[in-house]
């Protein structure tokens, strides 16, 4: 039963943007929170931004904030990531996550991740 489904990732320039979407069914519709991780070759997986479903409440990794937001349309069950400025850095697989908090510990569904590759 699929539950969550990325889409969105690519390859851009330095500088470049790009807006990943999740789309979530089944069981992580009903989580309170949903999220984007990334995890680069050979570091670990590490937070992004998190959304608080009912609220819209919004937290960031000092590393994007400013250059990316996550935004929801809760009709569509779905979460975006808006990347601007991306720099090589940011270049990781991406995941989409649902669970019962902020914390990477406590999220109950992953998607099969995202590839993006920013190059200088």
């Known amino acids: 039963q699929v539950q969550l489904v990325e889409s969105g990732g690519g390859s851009v320039q330095a500088g470049g943007s790009l807006r990943l979407s999740c789309a979530a069914s089944g069981y992580a519709t009903s989580k309170n929170y949903m999220g984007w991780f990334r995890q680069a070759p050979g570091k670990e997986r590490e937070g992004v931004a998190v959304i608080g479903r009912r609220y819209g409440i919004t937290s960031y990794a000092d590393s994007v904030k400013g250059r990316f937001a996550i935004s929801q349309d809760n009709a569509k069950n779905t979460v975006y990531l808006q990347m601007n400025s991306l720099k090589p850095e940011d270049t990781a697989m991406y995941y989409c996550?649902?669970?019962?908090?902020?914390?990477?510990?406590?999220?109950?569904?992953w998607g099969k991740g995202t590839l993006v590759t920013i190059s200088s």
């Open positions: 996550a649902a669970g019962r908090s902020r914390d990477v510990r406590d999220m109950d569904y």
